[in-house]
């Protein structure tokens, strides 16, 4: 029987969105990467200002403020060419694609950064041109980007091994890339929106 994996070793991860247009999309994948164990959240080309969401935007914070939960850093790149990644991280797009990877089968790197497309259209050029792996939901149609970013940290969590005492070193060494990596950008450093309201 395979024994599922400690968040707390083994592996590093961390997941962005392309042009994200809903704040709330962001602030919900923040706790859900939170939740798995990950190292940060990153935006590229957010355009928030168009949102009709941000007539609920005090509601969400005073809610947040009420009751917070625990949050990773979040970068907020200008563009999906701006976007930088930690050394030695692989870059995974979740796009359907016609030669993407069913996710099932997909073997998720140790250290990865996942990023998903717009809320409606396709990850950026940038993005595909620069992944190192294309993965798909084998869905009929696509799913909320929060939803489906949950299913990929579900299946990245169910199909690795715990970590042994390897694997425990090589996370310390992933995560100080990451610590490095976010004060290097430390000026991109945002709070992340609030999630959705639960």
């Known amino acids: 029987m395979m024994q599922i994996e400690d968040p707390d070793a083994g592996g590093c991860f961390a997941v962005g969105l392309d042009r994200s247009s809903k704040p709330f999309n962001a602030g919900t994948l923040n706790r859900l990467v939170a939740a798995h164990g990950g190292a940060y959240t990153f935006t590229a ?14 509601d969400a914070v005073a809610a947040e403020a009420a009751a917070p939960r625990p949050t990773v850093p979040h ?7 701006a976007a930088r990644f930690p050394e030695g991280f692989t870059l995974v797009a979740v796009e359907l694609t016609d030669d993407a990877v069913d996710l099932p089968a997909f073997r998720h790197p140790p250290r990865a950064v996942y990023v998903l497309g717009p809320e409606r259209g396709m990850l950026a050029p ?3 041109d620069r992944a190192t792996h294309v993965v798909k939901i084998p869905m009929r149609f696509s799913l909320n980007v929060a939803m489906a970013a949950s299913l990929v940290l ?4 169910r199909s690795r091994e715990r970590a042994g005492a390897v694997q425990r070193l090589n996370r310390r060494r992933a995560e100080a890339a990451v610590r490095a990596f976010l004060d290097q950008n430390r000026a991109l450093l945002a709070a992340p929106p609030p999630p959705y309201a639960d």
């Open 154 to 157: 579900f299946d990245r969590l």
């Open 75 to 81: 970068l907020a790149f200008d563009s999906p060419a």
């Open 45 to 58: 080309g957010a355009d928030w200002q168009t949102s009709q969401h941000w007539r609920h935007w005090d």
């Open 126 to 128: 940038e993005f595909l």
